[in-house]
């Protein structure tokens, strides 16, 4: 069953820069999708947490029992691009806080607040006196400096239910919503590959 990607790939002639000597290559340019009909129906696949740090290869071997048949987990789950549409592994989930927010300081500041029904409320925060209008500084909590955190001024006094989201529940939250995958039964793999391949080459 275990089948590379580019296997089922037509091979064309492609003509070098210099225009004097042809190389015969896979022609990646093809792209075969699936149909929402078939996407939409439950019965062809199962749904599964793809674990701390593993990646699409792995999820294939742990589920097909081969690595190569990693594409069809992200063709299945229209994945383009597995640095962004697959979930990141704990370590590399706070790395990314750190880079998108600052500092290793700024990873449990808090970002926002949500009611409970999830929409976000307005909070207010306490600016420190040398904050500008282009870099307003919002004043800390008194704790040792290892435990810094911003925290709205309305924090201790927030109505009940009100949930305040640090930047890395909010970046985690987006990561776990990845975290679900659709894959395809084996007992349909046959099948979807078999039409798979003689779509490519029409």
């Known amino acids: 069953m275990a089948t590379d990607y580019f296997e089922s790939f ?11 000597s042809t190389q015969v290559v896979s022609d990646i340019f093809r792209r075969v999708i699936l149909s929402k ?15 701390d740090g593993e990646t699409p290869e792995q999820l294939a071997f742990r589920y097909y029992g081969s690595q190569n048949l990693h594409w069809l987990i992200l063709l ?7 640095r962004f549409d697959w979930p990141l592994s704990s370590d590399n989930l706070y790395k990314l806080v750190v880079s998108k927010y600052g500092t290793e300081k700024d990873v449990f500041t808090i970002n926002r ?13 306490v600016l420190t006196e040398d904050s500008t209008h282009k870099k307003p500084k919002r004043l800390l909590l008194d704790l ?25 529940e909010i970046e985690l939250a987006k990561n776990e919503a990845n975290r679900k995958v659709q894959l395809l039964k084996i007992s349909v ?6 039409n798979y391949k003689s779509a490519l080459s029409v």
């Open 76 to 82: 299945t789950n229209s994945i383009i691009d597995p």
């Open 10 to 20: 037509p091979l064309i002639s492609y003509t070098l820069d210099d225009s004097n």
């Open 37 to 51: 009909e078939f996407l939409d129906n439950n019965s062809y696949f199962e749904t599964i947490d793809v674990l």
């Open 189 to 194: 793999v046959e099948e979807v590959m078999t």
């Open 113 to 125: 607040a949500v009611n409970q029904k999830g929409y976000q409320v307005e909070t207010f925060f």
């Open 144 to 168: 040792p400096d290892t435990e810094q955190i911003n925290v709205p001024i309305t924090y201790q006094e927030a109505a009940l239910g009100t949930d305040f989201q640090s930047n890395y």
